[in-house]
T-cell receptor, first 109, second 118 residues
Framework: GQNIDQPTEMTATEGAIVQINCTYQ??????LFWYQQHAGEAPTFLSY??LDGLEEKGRFSSFLSRSKGYSYLLLKELQMKDSASYLC??????????WGAGTKLIIKP | GAVVSQHPSRVICKSGTSVKIECRSL??????MFWYRQFPKQSLMLMAT?????????EQGVEKDKFLINHASLTLSTLTVTSAHPEDSSFYIC??????????????FGPGTRLTVL
C-alpha cells in the first residue's frame, strides 16, 4: 500500500534548528512536497523535491533520498511564527498526492 | 489514520460541459469539508468551505454559480464545475475535518482530481 509517515508533534526553541522527517512508500514517484499550515488557514507551499539532494530556500531546506524513500524539512533560526503544522505529501505515478498526517511544530521562547 | 478519497482521480472533458468531483471521508464523519485548487508548485488556494447540511462559504473571487458545492451527508461533499472552460483545468483537492475528534484544526486531505478541459 501507499503511506506517508511523519512525527505527530515536535517542540523546539526559538532561534534553534529543527528537522522534520518524512518517510514514504508510493506506487511510482513524481516528487515530494512540503507545506506549512497555520491553524485555520490553507496550506502554503514550501518546497518540491524530485531529485536526490538538498534544496535550500532561505531559512528552510528540504532534502530527498529516493532510494531510501525519505525526506526531511530543515528549519533554521526558528521564529515563533514558525509554529504550525508541516505536511509532507508524495506524488505517485498517477500524479495523485499521498498525504502525511502532518507534524505539529511548537516553538517555545 | 483517517482516509479521504476523491473520485474521479482524473477527468478530461470538453469545454462547456459540467464535471462532478466527489470527496468522501471513509472512516470518520466530516462535519466540515474544504475544496482547494492547486496550481503547479504553488500553495493550495482555498475555494470554499462546506458544512454538512448548510450552504457552502465561498472565498472571495470564487464564482459560486460556477463551482457548485453540495455537502449532503457527513461523509460526502461534491464539487461540480459547471460549463467548464480550459482555464478551469487544474488539480482540485478536498480535505475533511473530523467532527468527532478533539483535534479541531486537523484536516485530512484527499489525493486530488486532475481536471483537463479541452
Amino acid at each position: 500500500g501507499q503511506n506517508i509517515d511523519q512525527p505527530t508533534e515536535m517542540t523546539a526553541t526559538e532561534g534553534a534548528i529543527v528537522q522534520i522527517n518524512c518517510t514514504y512508500q508510493t506506487s511510482g514517484f513524481n516528487g515530494l512536497f512540503w507545506y506549512q499550515q497555520h491553524a485555520g488557514e490553507a496550506p502554503t507551499f514550501l518546497s518540491y523535491n524530485v531529485l536526490d539532494g538538498l534544496e535550500e530556500k532561505g531559512r528552510f531546506s528540504s532534502f530527498l533520498s529516493r532510494s531510501k524513500g525519505y525526506s526531511y524539512l530543515l528549519l533554521k533560526e526558528l521564529q515563533m511564527k514558525d509554529s504550525a503544522s508541516y505536511l509532507c505529501a508524495a506524488m505517485d505515478s498517477n500524479y495523485q498526492l499521498i498525504w502525511g498526517a502532518g507534524t505539529k511544530l511548537i516553538i517555545k521562547p | 489514520g483517517a482516509v479521504v478519497s476523491q473520485h474521479p482521480s482524473r477527468v478530461i472533458c470538453k469545454s462547456g460541459t459540467s464535471v462532478k468531483i466527489e470527496c468522501r471521508s471513509l472512516d470518520f464523519q466530516a462535519t466540515t469539508m474544504f475544496w482547494y485548487r492547486q496550481f503547479p508548485k504553488q500553495s493550495l488556494m482555498l475555494m470554499a468551505t462546506s458544512n454538512e447540511g448548510s450552504k457552502a462559504t465561498y472565498e472571495q473571487g470564487v464564482e459560486k454559480d460556477k463551482f457548485l458545492i453540495n455537502h449532503a451527508s457527513l461523509t460526502l461533499s461534491t464539487l461540480t464545475v459547471t460549463s467548464a472552460h480550459p482555464e478551469d483545468s487544474s488539480f482540485y483537492i478536498c480535505s475533511a475535518r473530523d467532527g468527532t475528534s478533539g483535534e479541531v484544526d486537523t484536516q485530512y486531505f484527499g489525493p486530488g482530481t486532475r481536471l483537463t478541459v479541452l
